[in-house]
């Protein structure tokens, strides 16, 4: 089953039997953009979620070079 996010952008993201997941949106002038993750890119993002949230947040920084 795939999701269907449509509040802010319409998204839809799926499974599409190949071991791949695919992120679909369609932009304010009505032009439709794919991402397709291996099932590994998206668990490394799942995994990774807290520090996604923050850093979108401006919570969580880079380091500054020294």
């Known amino acids: ?8 952008v319409a ?3 799926c499974g599409d039997g ?3 997941i695919r992120i679909s949106q369609t932009n ?3 032009v439709d953009v794919e991402v397709c993750l291996s099932v590994n890119q998206f668990q490394i993002i799942f995994n990774q979620e807290k520090h996604l949230v ?3 947040f401006g919570v969580e920084k ?3 070079a020294e």
Not at 1 to 8: N, P, Q, Y
């Open 1 to 8: 089953m795939g999701l269907f996010l449509r509040a802010e």
């Open 11 to 13: 998204t839809e993201v």
């Open 18 to 20: 190949d071991g791949f």
């Open 28 to 30: 304010d002038e009505g």
């Open 54 to 56: 923050n850093e979108a």
């Open 62 to 64: 880079e380091p500054e």
